[in-house]
């Protein structure tokens, strides 16, 4: 009897439970069939239990059918199973040991190869280079010495001026920086001359000769650095490219005028509104006035949209406002009407400025005209400007 619980032990063993009416049909027809089965019994549910081989079990399927029996298992007893439980956290370790295994092997080896920065040179050309260096696909990280590579590289390819190694993961990273070459332009011998009218502020002449120094008025056209000069009198003339700075101040006026007794339009408050509808270059009034029915009148015009402008028809609505107004006699003060004027004055000098410069100081010139009623102003705003602009000579 040790023997066989041994045996069973060794084979392994279930206990399982039958469910169904024809639990004795079931049980007569494994003996029949030689599955094995024994300690049968009822339990105080009326469940019945018993107790089979792992193959038995397989085998009692097609009997469980044919008598219309469900067979359970309610526990697993015996040393396959025991292995089995051992086996499952044995095979994660294995298994988390050999994937951070193959992380760290493929970790280890280049798989590509990328080149950046090149334009002119073809990119098969820096990786063939470096394939010929041990660079290349399929090779073990440390065998690789960026350094190294990086100065062999750039002795490989004299095209490249500089070139850089980089280790990323699996990924090895060719930077390279290609030579420029710089094709030397001749430059026309001619002169730098005043493209306005000012007084030269500073003047230094990197090639040729200053012609001005700095104090002195010059006009548009004058020469300010000359590209034909001699050392002296009995000396050669050298020709070259005049370059330089030039630099002058420069100034933008303006003139307006304002009167003390002026005539003024003041709105009375009477208005009539026109509705239009413009077709092209016609218009055709649906609403309110053809004309504007006062003598003086100020017009306010505003185009409203129309739902069908987005489907492409070319009829837009225009409104126009007529307000009625009157002439009247206004006086202010001499200081009003020059400060009116010189703000008039300062907007047409700076309107004159070019892009970009800035003024860098502003003058008023007041005068009261005979009448003792117009007030003129001249704004002059000084600028510091580039004036020298070149010129090449002509051949003769």
Not at 201 to 227: N, P, R, Y
Request: net charge neutral; glycine share 6%; aromatic share 8%.
């Amino acid at each position: 009897m040790l023997f066989e619980r041994i045996f069973l032990l060794l084979v392994g063993y279930l206990s399982i439970r039958f469910q169904g009416r024809r639990v004795e049909r079931f049980i007569n027809l494994c003996l029949q069939e030689e599955i094995p089965v024994w300690d049968i019994y009822t339990t105080r549910n009326g469940m019945v239990v018993g107790k089979t081989s792992i193959t038995g079990f397989k085998q009692m399927r097609l009997v469980a059918r044919r008598s219309g029996v469900r067979v359970r298992i309610i526990r697993r007893r015996g040393l396959p199973f025991l292995l089995a439980r051992l086996w499952k956290p044995t095979a994660f370790v294995c298994g988390a040991f050999l994937f951070i295994l193959s992380l760290y092997v493929l970790g280890s080896i280049v798989w590509f190869v990328e080149v950046k920065g090149n334009e002119e040179v073809p990119t098969a050309t820096v990786l063939q280079a470096a394939a010929e260096l041990g660079l290349r696909p399929g090779v073990y990280r440390k065998h690789l010495v960026p350094s190294h590579l990086s100065r062999s590289l750039a002795i490989k390819l004299p095209e490249l001026s500089w070139v850089g190694v980089e280790m990323k993961g699996s990924c090895a990273v060719i930077e390279v920086v290609e030579k420029q070459l710089v094709t030397r332009k001749e430059k026309p011998f001619g002169h730098v001359v005043a493209a306005k009218s000012g007084v030269i502020t500073k003047i230094v002449a990197t090639h040729g000769k200053a012609m001005v120094k700095a104090g002195d008025t010059v006009e548009q056209g004058q020469i300010l650095i000359s590209g034909a000069f001699s050392a002296d009198e009995d000396a050669e003339v050298r020709y070259v490219h005049a370059e330089g700075i030039t630099e002058a101040n420069i100034w933008y006026d303006g003139i307006a005028t304002s009167s003390k007794q002026r005539v003024a339009q003041v709105r009375t408050g009477r208005q009539v509104i026109s509705e239009v509808l413009v077709l092209g270059d016609k218009e055709l009034v649906f609403a309110g006035p053809a004309a504007p029915p006062f003598m003086l009148y100020e017009e306010d015009c505003q185009d409203l949209p129309l739902f069908w402008r987005d489907i492409g028809l070319a009829v837009e609505h225009r409104r126009r406002i007529y307000f009625e107004v009157v002439e009247e006699m206004q006086s202010v003060s001499l200081e009003e009407a020059a400060a009116e004027a010189a703000r008039a004055a300062e907007e047409l000098a700076l309107a004159k400025l070019p892009e970009a410069v800035e003024p860098t100081a502003t003058h008023f010139r007041e005068e009261l005209l005979p009448d003792q009623n117009t007030v003129r102003v001249q704004a002059i705003i000084e600028t510091v400007e580039s004036i020298g602009e070149f010129v090449a000579l002509v051949a003769e």
